[in-house]
């Protein structure tokens, strides 16, 4: 079943009519391609955030209600606020029955956790694709793409071209190229001597006895100059005494 979107023509066009919409609660949208001509349109924020929620949402034929029309589209682009999270625009391509189109399809990823590689060996799956250009006719495109990884061991991989494709389904690909999908991975193992060293941190540089005696050397050679010239005045008064008498 499709997912149904309603739109209504926009009419006024701009940065600043842009805004206002926004500002009403709505999102400025094109529609293109086909036959027709391209249509500015607007739709409603909080449902359309909604259905970009949904995965399905992303790749599939959508039908878009316009002016009491129902016409089959794809979603081909939106944009976001930086940091609002509010959708800014987003634009539909129109299809045709007839006529392949290219899409990305996600791609799911199944039995990994029985896998010899998890199971018996302790690998971790590694998924490197998440999604697949594929080309097809709109009514033989998949929600997604299931993945396999139920008979991988550490160290093998899928590939897209071992991938079981829904009838009618077919990867893009250049001439030879077969990228990895998926594959089990050997767990990081972490020694205790590098744990002990990861943990280390570097002692304060403390000045040692030996680097502390000289400074006290000095400090007594000082303190024993005041005490000569303290002890040094009672004896010139005594020997001044003498002479007097």
Excluded: W
């Amino acid at each position: 079943m499709k997912i149904e979107i309603s739109a209504r023509k926009r009419e006024a066009q701009g940065t600043g009519a842009s805004r206002r919409l926004r500002r009403s609660g709505n999102v400025p949208g094109i529609v293109y391609g086909g036959s027709g001509e391209a249509v500015t349109i607007e739709l409603n924020h909080k449902e359309l955030y909604q259905n970009l929620t949904n995965e399905k949402f992303h790749a599939s034929i959508l039908s878009l209600k316009l002016d009491g029309r129902a016409e089959d589209v794809l979603l081909r682009a939106f944009n976001m606020h930086p940091y609002k999270g509010h959708v800014q625009h987003i634009d539909f391509q129109r299809v045709s029955k007839d006529k392949k189109i290219h899409m990305k399809v996600p791609l799911h990823f199944i039995n990994a956790e029985v896998s010899p590689g998890v199971k018996e060996q302790g690998g971790i799956p590694n998924h490197v694709l998440n999604e697949l250009d594929v080309t097809c006719l709109p009514d033989d495109l998949p929600g997604f793409i299931e993945v396999d990884m139920g008979h991988l061991t550490i160290g093998h991989s899928v590939h897209v071209r071992e991938l079981k494709l829904p009838k009618g389904v077919e990867p893009v690909l250049h001439k030879g190229e077969n990228p990895v999908v998926a594959t089990i991975i050997q767990p990081v193992l972490i020694t205790e001597e590098e744990t002990t060293a990861a943990e280390a941190v570097p002692a304060a540089e403390v000045p040692t006895t030996e680097q502390a005696a000289p400074d006290k050397a000095a400090e007594g050679a000082a303190g024993g100059d005041k005490g000569g010239d303290k002890g040094g005045k009672p004896a010139e008064k005594a020997a001044e005494k003498k002479e007097k008498k």
